[in-house]
């Protein structure tokens, strides 16, 4: 029993010391990550088809289909939404701002990793760096990517398609 109780208590001790090693946002609306946190979490096992939308807040084309993204992740429970800002760490109060005054409700991840050719093709080959890009990983782990503004009813089908 004293060893199954260390063992836990190393284990919450090491879980901890992982999300201190993160950088701390600005804001409580967003996390800032670095992409093998993002890796990582795209390869993590769920019951539940997730959505990776990577935009910026000076993405014309990505600010106008957020709300496509936010209405129809909030009305289907086996959907998880996640937003990748491409904004500049170093500047995380933009994120902050834009978060507050468009009213995102689903997690925001900024993704400060500025080397990104080292990690577009982990994410998808065909992947030019474009955004507004998309990544869908079902809940059997494969994966579909889409480059561009995706409407409210592309979106509907591809969540249908890939559910």
Known sequence: MKLFSLLIVCFLGASQAFWATLPKAESDSFTIIKFPQLEAHIQAPSDQLRIYNFWATWCAPCIKEMPH?????????????????????????????????RKVQHPVLLLDDVDFN??????????????????????????YFHEGELSESALSELISTHK
């Open 69 to 101: 993204f936010e209405s129809l992740a909030s009305a289907d429970p086996n959907v998880d939404l996640f937003f990748i800002s491409m904004d500049d760490g170093r500047k995380p109060e933009r994120v902050t701002s834009f978060i507050e005054r």
């Open 118 to 143: 080292a990690w577009i093709d982990k994410i998808d080959p065909s992947w030019s760096g474009a955004i507004p890009a998309t990544l869908f990983v079902k809940a059997n782990g494969e994966t």
